[in-house]
């Protein structure tokens, strides 16, 4: 072969380089997502269903290891105009069989104890407390909305997630001085959140969600463990079974709705 | 035999001398190394019993809800209700919670508060942290709220509304000490600031008490230790005036010393409270034996021919003197081998040790080193060379004829002495009180002190119960207890679950009562579940709680007067042990004699209740001379059961009807009714069924299934009998609760004026009337019962503890440990002396100096109020074991000199003065400095050891000069002249 082509070759294969280098470079750019996106798509995938119902078991974990346990049934609805309706109830043990909880905002909730047969208002300004003596506050059981509340940058990224850290946006209402998050690429789930004490700035909890399945084409952790890092208390949570986008009405989340059995 | 042995022990001590030395120095190296890292232990339960079943329930109990975790600030301010002040307890909070090893903080500005609100409750922070207010309006509303509420008032805010507590609780894996430290030091930053509105912050509790602790002993044991030294070798410089004599006893006893230390580190054992006055009672007592072996050296050698035979003599000799009083000095310190208290019996044991370790230098490395060193010629030759030793040897020339001329006089005063003492007996007081062993300007008592004042209690008395916690009837009888509790005259603010529990039904159901359910208690329980409090007293997984309270004094004989009222209560009930029956399942006749047992229940509560509201009003004795008040309030709770039904009148209709109607039109109603009129044909049908006081679900529903069918209106049977159960509730509950308010009337009626204006009073009385509509009611175990059936049995464990119920423990055994190690230390250094002078004669005389100290121990004790503590408690045993070495030096001289002047006694007596005489001087008067060394202690009863043991020694040195050769004289001293 003579010279020309040889270089006319060679001036082709390096453009196919230098062209392919900045495709893939490109691509690869495209494909990174910037910390509020993925904060983002956390989000929605959390808020996606329009409703659930699910089946739980609580687990309660002492220091000591012992442990109790709890069935619950929650109900959820997505409330566009506000805060989310939730309701729960326990199912067991008997002793608080029918103790039922209903969340309209913060200010109307409403506890159902069948022991009294008597529905009580409760409005709570305390968010950032233990819900129900479980390691999960308030706030953990009802915020699923990380944006609104905290400013993330991305720490890390590896070929199967990414590593955030949220702090609190300046005036909002939070428990905790910053949260890490590990968020699967695949499920855009949190696969475990560090939480900080909001004082000491030292790590307080540790959520882990495993057992991901797409239930009904949506991500659902089936087991998710917090665990107190200062007190080594941990409550684990089992989904058995849940049921999204069942088209649950508004009279669910009532008062009168409340003192039904299961 | 025996002088073969010692003077062939002379020899090798002689040929090995510088073997002996390096052996010494090398051994004290290795041990210094060790007790370079011995470490404090500054926890006061070390203190208590091993071994010792109150003494197990109180650590246990204090690990189990990690009492020595908990810190309590208070701070003291001209008014906590103002903006800046709150502003600045909210500042501490925040600055505490920032510090790494604390677990959580409860104070005014972030503690959490349950309203009442319509128809339900509202939770929030009593004080918004981040929106403390500024409106003096809105400050005083707030005042008035949190002082009326008892779970703030008196608990976390003083009833004068100036104080405040802050309870910290630290990490359990954290180090208390060095948290402590840092929240001393983070407050300190805040408030010794100019502008700061704190007066002053205390600091109280274990953590604080115990770095504390850790300060005093590492001052005394730093600080004491060299004073002691000091004052030895000023003493040994007054005497000997040579450095040999001044260095070799010293170094004997700071050898010893280093042992000690290195051995207590080596067994793994720490230093603590008792402990850290070791090296003072070593370098004190110890120093008598080098001063024993320089001062014969003196005696024996003069030239340096003298040298080597002077130094066997002197070893054959001094040896055995000095080996038997050191072994009566070990005696005297390993009596405590059978002391409750351990750090009492490990102190003893070591400085037995260390006694050992000195005798072993004194009659090794000392000689040694005299064999290396060279002989001076120019120490003090003889008596009368120096001034001291001029007024030491005239002393002794005069006062050696002194016991010969007045010996029965002697005696006489000896015998009235003796006699003053015994009679004194009686006024020796006791003292068990940890808090007692801090000076009163410490910090801990000062703390204990303002939280007792302000807060009304400070030390914990407990009551640990052991059961299904969450049973109502457990619950119940905790309650009970609490209730009972608050009588007794100095205890404050008892504290359970109980309350926790009884407070969210108020809150939630409107009454201050225990639920007769498990389902009623599971209900409210799960609502509290994880709240700080609750964490503090329900442990191990709701299967152990804690009744608290405080008491308001720490005078040790009111503590006991507490315990004992707690006793008696356990005395004349059946604590825990209970069956419970349910009435609807009695026969007429069980159920009447169920119900007057309920009733007596619930009247003793009342009366109860009315005598700790009246001693919490401040005026107790009011209600004291009241004994008719309990079957005055038993008629009360009787007519309210027994009476019959009059039929309800208008008004009461009139409320019901409201009651009603505001139910079927809430949206908690089973059914949507917009028909008014329909809504009251319904209330007057439900209305209707009521029969004798009583609405039944069954017959509201009979009355409204036909309302419901002529009005067309479709639904599911269940959801009308709920509703059904909904409306016959809401009757019942409003029937009752009209009752109860007529009872509480009642009641109150036969009470004083001011517990009519008093919310409190007449929430907890309606909370126990309530019990009189209790389906379930408990029984004590052995109530006849018949064929009635039981519904469960509950068996539950209640026990007593906390610092007074310990107390209380030690009280008797202080001194029946105290008697045991004196009479052991007598018996077995009158077996020595019988031994000694093998004359059984000799060995009680030997004694008679030593018995007459210890007496005159007890009389100064008496007379003077010091208490008997663990300190104090081990001076006599001390006294005898260092106190008999006076007389043990005294008679060996005197035989001695016997044999020398062949039976010449005034001769024999003037040369034991002369010589031995001048070295128990040196000895008492050395010993005595380095115990009056320990006023300086920090700590109450180890100043009063030290100059007890000091009074102790010059009693028994001048008795030994006195008392002993009166005594020899009198009784011709067969035994002597064996």
Known sequence: ?262 | MRKFTLEKFANWVIRFRYWIILATVLITVASGYSARKLTINSDLTAFLPRHDPVAELFKEVDKTFQGADLCVIALETGGIFDYATLAEIQEITDAIEKIPGIASVISLTNIIDIRKIEDGIEVGKLIDPDNIPRDPQVLSRLKEYTLSKDMYSGVIISRDGKSTLILARILVDADEVVIAGQIEDAIGKITSRPQSLIKKPYYAGFPFQMRYIDKIIKTDFLGLTPITIFAVMFVLFLSFRTLRGIFLPILTVLFATVWTLGLIHALGREMNMLSSVIPVLLIACGSAYGIHVVNRYYNEVKTSEDKIPGLIQMAKQITVPVFLAALTTQIGFGTFVYASMPPVQETGLFIAAGIGFAFLIAVTFIPASLAVLKVRTAPVKKPGESRMATLVYNFFARFSSFPVKYRWPIIVICIIIALVSISGLPRLTREVNFVEYFKPDSPVRVAENFTREAFGGSQPLLVDVRGDILNPFVLKEMRRMSQYLDTITYVCNPQSVADLIMEANYQLNGRYSIPDTAEGVSNLFLFLEGNEFVDLLVKRGNQEALIQTTLSTYNTKQQLFSVAELQKYFKDHTVGKTKVVDLERLDPATREKVMVNQLDMIGENIVNLVKATAKKQGNPEKMEGSSSLSPKVREILASGTNQPFAGLDQPQKERLSVSLREYLVSPQSEIEIKDGKFIDSMVVAAIGTISNGASDPSRVESALIPLFKAKKIKTSPETISSLTRSLSNRIQEKLNAEEIDLLGQQIIALLPAQFKTDHNFAKYLQGYLWEIHDRRVALPEKFPLGSAPVESEISALFQETGGPVMFNKLYPELVNNMMQSIFLALFLVLILMIIQFKSFQGGLIAMAPISLTVLTNFGIMSYFGVPVDDTTMMVSSIGIGIGIDYTIHFTSRFREELEKTQGNISRALEQTFETTGRAILINAISVTMGFIVLVFSSIVPTQRFGWLLALLMVISSVGSLTLLPALLLSTKMKFIKK
């Not at chain 1, 691509?27 to 989000?43: C, G, P």
């Not at chain 1, 309701?87 to 200010?107: C, I, M, N, Q, Y």
């Not at chain 1, 479980?134 to 009802?142: N, P």
């Not at chain 1, 070929?159 to 590990?182: C, D, H, Q, R, T």
């Open chain 1, 1 to 262: 072969m003579d010279k020309t082509v040889k270089k006319q070759k060679a001036f082709f294969l390096s453009l196919v380089l230098l062209l392919s280098f900045y495709l893939l470079t490109f691509t690869r750019l495209s494909w990174a997502l910037t910390a509020d996106e993925v904060v983002d798509k956390v989000d929605t995938t959390m808020r996606e269903a329009k409703d659930s119902v699910g089946m739980s078991k609580m687990i309660l974990v002492e220091k000591d290891g012992s442990e109790r346990v709890r069935q619950i049934k929650a109900y959820f609805k997505k409330n566009p105009k506000g805060d989310d309706f939730t309701l729960t109830r326990f199912l067991s043990p008997a002793d608080v069989k029918g103790v039922s909880f209903l969340s309209l905002s913060e200010d109307e909730m409403y506890l159902y104890m069948p022991a009294f047969g008597k529905i009580r208002r409760i409005a709570s300004h305390v968010k950032h407390e233990s819900f129900m003596g479980t390691d999960f506050s308030y706030d953990d059981i009802g915020k699923t909305k990380y944006k609104d509340d905290y400013d993330s940058k991305i720490l890390e990224e590896t070929p199967a997630e990414y590593v955030l850290e949220a702090s609190p946006k300046p005036k909002a209402e939070v428990g905790y001085s910053k949260i890490k998050l590990w968020v699967s690429k695949e499920s855009w789930i949190p696969t475990k959140v560090e939480f900080y004490h909001p004082k000491k700035g030292s790590l307080l909890k540790v959520l882990t969600n495993s057992q991901v399945e797409k239930i009904q084409g949506h991500w659902t952790p089936r087991k998710m463990v917090m665990e107190n890092v200062e007190d080594k208390h941990k409550t684990v949570l089992e989904v058995t079974e849940i049921k999204y986008d069942t088209g649950l009405s508004s009279e669910v989340f009532s008062q009168r709705n409340l003192k039904q059995s299961e």
